[in-house]
């Protein structure tokens, strides 16, 4: 399976960003995928996921700002980035949350700097 993260960006404090992920799988719709994250000189972290039923959850760092979300037709999960904190600056990636999980994609780099 390959896993392609877009639509990381530079952006103030407070601003918004929306990074999807596409995933190869062919039962995706059957998948528990979720968002990580790596900051610079720290371990990937779990951010959050979302259920094959759409059942979400989230680290407390993130509730109530960041929104997961999955389109089964498009093989995607999206992740809705509001009220952006500068310590939300990381490299993003997707991934299932099942073991084993796939190779991990490239990321995509989110920046949050005034």
């Known amino acids: 399976v390959q896993l392609v993260e877009s639509g990381g960006g530079l952006v103030q404090p407070g601003e918004s960003l929306r990074l999807s992920c596409l995933a190869s799988?062919?039962?995706?719709?059957?998948?528990?995928m979720g968002w990580y994250r790596q900051a610079p000189g720290k371990q990937r972290q779990f951010v959050a996921r979302?259920?094959?039923?759409?059942?979400?959850y989230y680290i407390d760092s993130v509730k109530g700002r960041f929104t997961i979300s999955r389109d089964n037709a498009k093989n995607t999960v999206t992740l809705q980035m509001n009220s952006l904190k500068v310590e939300d600056t990381a490299v993003y990636y997707c991934?299932?949350?099942?073991?084993?999980?796939?190779?991990w994609g490239r990321g995509t780099q989110v920046t949050v700097s005034s």
């Open positions: 991934n299932t949350v099942s073991y084993p999980q796939w190779d």
């Open positions: 799988d062919s039962n995706f719709s059957d998948r528990d």
């Open positions: 979302i259920s094959s039923s759409r059942f979400t």
